[in-house]
């Protein structure tokens, strides 16, 4: 069974940019989850969808990020415009219905200048 | 309040001896779920062991085991026969709540160092 797949896996970019992030979670897996994790923390939830419905965002700061889940498979993160603060590794995990374990996917390191 | 505590930064342990890495939790929730995760160098998190609030024994998934005291509201990690490739970043986390649109936590994390 393949494994949760992001892209891309390292990415840099100046301020004020836009970037986006790839996630395809796992075959059957209608709940997907994005994260942050700046170095030296632990991650944080940015957003959760059930199939492709936002079921929490409240962690997501919707003034320069937004998220989108069109078919219920895959999802794209973006930053509109990115500040330096933001530099951090993306982590989208996605879970089985009726399961509790998250899988997660190897993340995409964000370094903006 | 933080969610989740990890109190240790950085831990190191003797191959094939056995550690214990701490963590307690705050919620007020009665339904909610403790994990525990690893994250190599690589940066991918990997699941270790699961605990829900209502159940009435340790888990234990095979050198792992997750010592539950509910009462004082810790969920610590124990790691058995300790091996070189142990070495990586522990996180501890909860799922708060059983419904849709539930809140997960992660600790700061613990490093541990497996020695040779």
């Known amino acids: 069974e393949a494994g949760v797949a992001q892209s891309p896996r390292y990415k840099i970019i100046e301020k004020r940019q836009s970037v986006a992030f790839w996630c395809n979670p796992i075959?059957?897996?209608?709940?997907l989850y994005w994260y942050q994790q700046i170095l030296g923390q632990g991650p944080k939830l940015l957003i959760q969808f059930q199939n492709n419905g936002v079921v929490d965002d409240s962690q997501l700061p919707k003034d320069r990020f937004s998220a989108e889940r069109l078919k219920g498979v895959d999802s794209t993160l973006k930053i509109q415009p990115a500040k330096l603060e933001d530099s951090a590794v993306y982590l989208c995990?996605?879970?089985?219905?009726?399961?509790?374990?998250?899988?997660f996917g190897p993340g995409t390191r964000l370094l903006v200048l | 309040a933080q969610k989740i505590t990890q109190t240790q930064p950085g831990m190191f342990v003797q191959e094939k001896e056995a550690v214990t890495l701490d963590c307690t939790y705050d919620t007020s929730d009665p339904s909610y779920g403790l994990f525990w995760y690893k994250q190599p160098s690589s940066g991918e998190m990997i699941f270790l062991i699961y605990q829900g609030s209502y159940d009435q024994q340790n888990a234990t998934e095979g050198r792992y085991s997750l010592n539950f005291q509910k009462a004082r509201k810790s969920a610590n990690l124990v790691i058995s026969a300790s091996q070189l490739g142990d070495s990586a970043m522990y996180f501890c986390a909860m799922r708060e709540g059983n419904r849709a649109g539930n809140q997960f936590y992660f600790g700061t994390g613990t490093s541990l160092t497996v020695i040779p």
């Open positions: 075959s059957g897996h209608a709940t």
């Open positions: 995990a996605s879970r089985a219905g009726g399961q509790e374990t998250q899988y």
